[in-house]
């Protein structure tokens, strides 16, 4: 019976169990001291140095190689999508294709520290770069000395059970109350930096609005005259774009077009009536590819007006849950979270469930449902008509888009929803991770 299911014992124990279960430090991937893979300076000539890209992370933050010289680096993409491998000083990139290894060599001139990343569009914000650092051994080392420069062997991943479940000290998609200025409901943001908790133990500098990742809920009903105040904190200029309501141009939040972008301690006011009713989302529109995929998206909700056909609809679900989708700091997450962090979605038999998806990552996420077929009842925001409302298990979800997803909780269990791409179920390569949120019917 569920009563034996691993989840309820685990769930309410929270960070603390979820750290105890993982060993010290909790779910990293643990390659040697401190994370770091060392080359020696007298391993044999040419030196080689192999790391593996993976979707969306490197397998170490930091590469030390013992002293200056050539090195050979076989780069290995373990991912299903593309990545490279770029130093700018020296410059050296290599691009193996996904399932594929490539090589390139490059002499490092002198001591130091040089950074590395994934020079495609979104990814090294998303947690795709390291430290090089070059030592300052010239020649050969002695025997000793090689014996303490080599990384003794990588020990073994912790593997989280996925029965576990551990909740975040921090949420994201917390609702926003606003403070009303006349019919006007005015909500308030700033953006800053602040270390977001991404996996039990695991911080990452996120952007964030209200230091929430995804930022607060924007809730509001159709017709609604919306105010949304932002105040800039973060290190440079931004803007807020709201991604499919009908807004009037000017405040459409694209910089330089539909206004300038908003400085460093600058603030600006959106203003707009809430037209039509849907599932949408805010997000920056300024430097996107660095700023978005640090943190600064959230969702906007507009719920129908009282008594249209679409809020009858809305009327006769029990339960509605949010589903953010998206990678930060080199991790795959639901909701600002990697498993086992995520949100436990729950259901009482026969209860009819609302699940509203939202894709504000860079990858498409086939997300696929154990245990039910769902209809998808709305695309990008808006109703489906009756006729095309149709049946889905996995639903392929791409950057921007949203789908409205319903079903009768009618089949008991703890059942699965994650990302059908299985590098993505993972916390950088550690299985399980990343993209599984789990659905509790009781
Ligand atoms: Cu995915």
């Not at 590819?289 to 959230?298: S, T």
């Not at 589903?323 to 600002?336: A, D, T």
């Not at 079903?407 to 950088?428: E, K, M, R, Y």
Request: hydrophobic residues 40%; neutral net charge; proline residues 8%.
């Amino acid at each position: 019976m569920f009563a034996g299911f691993g989840i309820l014992v685990a769930m309410g124990l929270g960070w603390t169990l979820a750290r105890s279960v993982a060993g010290q430090p909790p779910f990293q991937v643990a390659t040697g001291p401190g994370g770091a893979v060392t080359l020696s300076a007298a391993l044999a000539e040419p030196r080689t140095l192999t790391v593996a890209a993976r979707d969306i992370s490197f397998d170490n933050k930091t590469l030390n190689i013992a002293g200056p010289g050539l090195v050979n680096f076989v780069v290995s993409n373990t991912g299903v999508i593309e990545h490279d491998f770029t130093i700018d000083i020296p410059k050296v990139q290599i691009a193996p294709r996904p399932g594929q290894r490539a090589t390139g060599a490059v002499t490092f001139q002198k001591p130091g520290t040089n950074t590395f990343y994934c020079s495609l569009p979104g990814y090294r914000e998303a947690g795709m770069e390291g430290k090089l650092v070059v030592g300052t051994s010239l020649g050969l080392l002695s025997r000793g000395e090689v014996a303490s420069g080599v990384a003794p062997a990588a020990p073994t991943p912790t593997m989280v059970s996925h029965a576990s479940s551990a909740t975040p000290p921090v949420r994201g998609n917390q609702p926003i109350q606003p403070v009303m200025d006349g019919a006007a409901k005015v909500f308030s943001l700033t953006a800053s930096v602040v270390q977001w908790e991404v996996i039990p133990g695991v911080f990452s500098e996120a952007w964030a609005y209200n230091g929430q990742v995804p930022g607060p809920v924007i809730r509001v009903a159709e017709g609604d005259r919306v105010r949304v105040k932002i105040k800039n904190e973060l290190p440079e200029s931004t803007v807020i774009h709201f991604h499919g309501p009908e807004l009037p141009n000017s405040m459409d939040g694209v910089p330089d077009v539909t206004q300038p972008a908003i400085p460093v301690g600058g603030s600006f006011t959106y203003e707009f009536k809430a037209t039509p009713a849907g599932t949408y989302i805010y997000h920056t529109h300024q430097n996107s590819a660095v700023q978005e995929p640090k943190g600064l998206m959230g969702a906007l909700i507009i719920d129908p007006a009282p008594g249209s056909a679409e809020a009858v609809r809305d009327a006769k679900f029990d339960r509605e849950y949010l589903q953010v989708v998206g990678e930060f700091g080199g991790y795959f997450i639901l909701n600002g979270h990697g498993f086992p962090a995520t949100d436990v979605m729950e259901a009482k038999v026969g209860e009819r469930v609302r699940i509203r998806l939202i894709n504000a990552g860079q990858a498409a996420h086939p997300m696929h449902l154990h245990g039910y077929h769902f209809k998808v009842i709305g695309t990008d925001g808006r109703p489906l008509p009756e006729g095309a409302i149709y049946l889905k298990d996995t639903l392929n979800i791409s950057p921007g888009e949203r789908y409205d997803i319903k079903f009768v909780a009618d089949n008991p269990g703890g059942w699965v929803f994650h990302c059908h791409i299985l590098s993505h179920v993972t916390n950088q390569g550690v299985d399980p991770g990343g993209m599984i949120a789990v659905l509790k019917v009781v």
